[in-house]
């Protein structure tokens, strides 16, 4: 894979989806924020469904801090591991009340010292949130870079920063939706859409899938 294949590979994916962005419904940063918390082991399909009837009675840390921990729980209780979340959005809008004025920060330091936020949560909210050019690498970039050789790797950090290094700067900062939504509907884990994917051609794996799709 060399740098004119991947720079054709994301032209054909903006060509395809020129507007790419979560499918995680929020209207602010603080509504990203929770609801990329809630995120992890979970669908975004299953957040939504939370976080609609949540944050139509709170979507700020004064409001969720305010419902409580059990009235919290019951909003999220669909979304596996619902009590450490629920645990964590508690400490984090208090965090975010003493020490950023209510406000979701946009360091990575800063974001990173909340409960329940790592890295890739981090990621996602500096870039969806705040525009910054970050790659939240899960398990559908993760298999992607692998499988297609853009950006091959061992483990989730190794392939996040060769992303960052590797993707041309016009294509960095839709990248991340670019390569999750390819790998949630095209290139998904046990039977590859090959039939259907605008990048074939251009992709480096091995074992391409042509049967007849459903």
């Known amino acids: 894979m ?5 720079a054709r590979i994301f032209e ?4 395809e989806n020129p507007t790419p962005t979560t499918e995680l419904e929020y209207r602010s940063p603080f509504e990203l924020l929770i609801s990329v918390m809630l995120s992890a082991q979970a669908t975004d399909v299953s957040v939504n469904k939370a976080t609609g009837p949540l944050f139509a009675v709170a979507n700020t840390p004064e409001a969720i801090r305010a419902l409580g921990l059990k009235r919290l729980k019951a909003y999220i209780k669909s ?6 979340k629920a645990a964590n959005i508690l400490k984090t809008c208090q965090i975010l009340l003493d020490e950023h004025g209510g406000q979701v920060p946009s360091e990575r330091s800063s974001l990173e010292a909340l409960p329940g936020v790592g890295r890739k949560t981090a990621n996602v909210v ?11 690498v899960d ?23 060769r992303l960052v290094r590797w993707i041309a700067e016009p294509y960095l900062r839709d990248a991340h939706h670019w390569l999750i939504l390819h790998g ?8 590859p859409r090959c039939r259907s994917c605008v990048i074939e051609d251009l992709c480096e794996y091995r074992d391409k899938v042509y049967a007849r799709e459903d």
Do not use: W
């Open 2 to 6: 060399n740098k004119d294949k991947r």
């Open 12 to 15: 054909r994916l903006k060509a």
């Open 79 to 84: 979304i596996g591991l619902f009590n450490t």
């Open 126 to 136: 500096l870039n969806t949130a705040f525009g910054e050019p970050t790659m939240a």
């Open 139 to 161: 398990t559908h970039i993760f298999r992607v870079s692998n499988r297609t050789r853009i950006a091959p790797g061992e483990n989730v950090r190794q392939v996040e920063d």
């Open 184 to 191: 949630r509907y095209v290139c998904v884990a046990r039977k």
